[in-house]
């Protein structure tokens, strides 16, 4: 389980430090099931969800699609997502194909209040606000699922928290469920540990491992979202640093990419021969961590494991040494070994904290550990449109397929839909796509409609 860990507030003093589970607040039609920061600010909230929208055009296209046919009708979402801009698109897309949806946040630093605000004054049950402490997380999963009168018949997953929670405070849900979409490497690691222990009682699709997920928000959103994270916290100059990238799956290929082409020298760590060869390939070092900790001026986890950074690790760092996380948990960094009262911590800004050793030597941790990207700046809203529809094209598939079409195992996406998803996304750029000849098709022995890769290929 991530340990949300001192989830000491991040927002402005000036904001009202009120509980938002303290507060009575009704939308405008009077409805008070949601609990957000301050349902005043869904103004703003409303516009930049209008603003996503133009950058999302899928779901647009989805939606426009299926004013006709609800494909969703009858689905009962619950959802435990970042809730940002881009998440209110698909909620609604999700809305206008049918489905009820129930919401609650799965980082408690990436909600966006005057979205959540939006959503509930459009009458979304939201349950988020950002800077929630760990028993706040998780009674907003609680308030999701536990309502009288409504069973959730799906699951919309970002890291696995929810249906965690549901299996273990309300397993007998799991006979109404027909299935669960899960979106990271996190959520699809704990879901095949459930298969492989005969536990998953419910069919479940790995939207992480989808190609339209993989290789575009991993690697394209990283690679532009990395420097973004960076230097809003830090204003740090990227020429000329040393930095350490641990992992070399898509995560950290964007990454180690972004940070050569700003000129800093770049370093990776890597467990497996295959990712480590391409590293090398690239023109990167590959080294053991221990062999460059005490000369890089930044460390930059990319794994999706935990205890990658250790106590020792940063014992050795030099001063000043920036350390950030950009895989999904927090437990890529041993933060809570750096809570020991020899250490001192002070707040120098939202999202940075200098921690000073009795030596005065100090390392500069981003968001405590949390997702740098999504904690402390934005993700390109284009590259969120790919994975979104891919997400609501599973929900469709898994909602609407015949009884025993999947079993209660763990499946990807037919590659059929990950090139609709593609496509969907091409006009955007007034990109043309070829068309195959009959004889051509008929030479690679293709339907002229695809799919044009087998499953195995790798893109």
Not at 242 to 254: A, D, F, I, L, S
Not at 316 to 324: E, L, P, T
Request: proline letters at 3%; glycine letters at 6%; charged letters at 25%.
């Amino acid at each position: 389980m991530s340990q949300l860990l001192g989830a000491a507030s991040y927002t402005d003093s000036s904001d009202d430090e009120t509980s938002p589970r303290d507060k009575q607040q009704k939308n405008s039609k009077g409805s008070s099931d949601f609990c957000v920061k301050n349902i005043k600010q869904a103004e703003f909230g409303r516009r930049e969800i209008e603003i996503a929208e133009q950058e999302m055009p899928a779901l647009m296209a989805l939606r426009k699609r299926a004013q006709g046919e609800k494909p969703l009708a009858g689905a009962k979402i619950v959802g435990c997502t970042h809730i940002t801009a881009q998440t209110a698109v698909l909620m609604e897309t999700l809305g206008a194909l049918g489905a009820q949806c129930r919401w609650a946040a799965c980082n408690i630093y990436s909600t966006l209040n005057e979205v959540a605000a939006a959503l509930a004054e459009s009458g979304f049950p939201v349950f988020a606000w950002k800077g929630e402490s760990e028993d706040d997380f998780w009674w907003c999963i609680d308030r999701c699922v536990n309502v009288e009168g409504w069973q959730p018949n799906m699951i919309l997953d970002d890291g696995g928290d929810l249906t965690h929670w549901i299996y273990k405070k309300y397993p007998n849900m799991f006979k109404k469920i027909k299935g669960i979409v899960e979106e990271s490497v996190t959520g699809v690691h704990r879901l095949y540990q459930l298969s492989k222990a005969g536990k998953l009682c419910v069919p479940a699709m790995n939207v992480n491992d989808s190609v339209t997920k993989q290789k575009f928000d991993n690697l394209y959103c990283c690679r532009e979202s990395i420097l973004d994270g960076l230097k809003r916290t830090t204003d740090m100059m990227f020429g000329g640093k040393q930095v350490v990238v641990c992992g070399y799956g898509e995560v950290g290929k964007g990454c180690c990419a972004a940070l050569k082409a700003m000129g800093s020298i770049v370093y990776v760590t890597e467990i497996d021969p295959i990712c480590a060869l391409q590293a090398c390939m690239d023109g990167f070092r590959l080294v053991k961590l221990n062999e460059v900790i005490r000369q890089v001026d930044i460390v930059i986890t990319c794994t999706g494991n935990k205890n990658v950074v250790t106590r020792e690790h940063l014992d050795r760092m030099k001063n000043s040494c920036i350390v950030c996380n950009m895989g999904h948990s927090n437990t890529e960094i041993d933060v809570a070994s750096l809570r020991t009262p020899e250490l001192t911590w002070e707040r120098v800004r939202s999202q940075v904290d200098h921690v000073i050793w009795p030596d005065g030597k100090r390392i500069v941790l981003l968001a405590e550990g949390r997702l740098l990207n999504l904690s402390c700046s934005t993700v390109p809203t284009f590259v969120l449109s790919i994975t979104a529809t891919t997400q609501a094209l599973a929900l469709i598939e898994l909602y609407n397929a015949p009884e025993g079409r999947y079993k209660q195992d763990v499946y990807l996406l037919p590659k059929k839909m990950d090139e609709y998803v593609a496509s969907l996304h091409l006009p955007t750029f007034d990109a043309h796509l070829t068309e195959l000849t009959d004889e051509q098709a008929k030479y690679l022995g293709l339907n002229k409609n695809g799919p044009f890769k087998p499953n195995y290929y790798r893109y």
